[in-house]
């Protein structure tokens, strides 16, 4: 199971039935945390990864709620101290991506992804500030697209640019609590949803572009959460951390 370096900690994963969010659960579990998996619709994906890491001898629930909603993101936030009775670490992993030109974007889709990737990580990070226990960690994830220049990146880019900057007053806000408040912004990672659409010939241009030659796997950026999530890292606040392999 692990270092335990987070024995004794409580975490709550949005978005974490698959991909990133599926390994961060499953990794902060390792390291001795009880998780809280996050699901809005792949009940199936959040309820098999919660078997997975009781049947690894950790502590899993699988709790839906649809982070768009300030009503849904309270009662995830009840469900999760009801159970566990504490609450120490937040990782906003749930969001949407759409890439599409300026001119091509339409008012619902810029609706939809702002729900999610910006109201859905503030409103998670207010019920955070209230309930999160003292020294307790935040992280959210960014994206390596708010330094570079992509077309079809508009409105993906603008929402986790937000957040990297709720990210910083944030961490100004808690800091008297020992609350530390971090972002990992991950280059291109080999996931279901980064591999639609792209053909072989893409995915492996993607990988010359990071000095180490790959495209990057969930565990990449599940070791990153799981390093800010602990007290190795207590010394690290309001930072943006780019976990890309050297992407450019």
Known sequence: ???????????????????????????????GAAVAVNYISNASGAEETAAEIKAAGGDAIALQADVSKLEDI???????????????????????????????????EY????????KGTFFACQQAARRLFDDGRIINISSAVTRMVLAAYSIYAASKGAVDQITRVLAKELGGRHITVNAV????????????????????????????GRVGEVQDIADAVAFLASDDARWITGQCIHVNGGFT
């Open 74 to 108: 309270q009662r995830l936030f009840d469900q999760t101290i009801e159970h566990y009775g504490r609450l120490d670490i937040l990782v906003n992993n749930a969001g949407i991506r759409i890439s599409k030109n300026v001119a091509d974007i339409n008012e619902a």
């Open 185 to 212: 912004a991950p280059g291109p990672v080999d996931t279901e949803l980064f591999r639609d659409g792209k053909s072989d010939e893409q995915i492996q241009l993607m990988a010359q572009m990071a000095a180490l």
């Open 1 to 31: 199971m692990g270092s335990k370096k987070l024995s004794g900690k409580v975490a709550l994963v949005t978005g974490s039935s698959r991909g990133i969010g599926r390994a961060i659960a499953e990794r902060l579990s390792r390291d």
């Open 111 to 118: 609706d939809r992804l702002f729900a999610i990737n910006v």
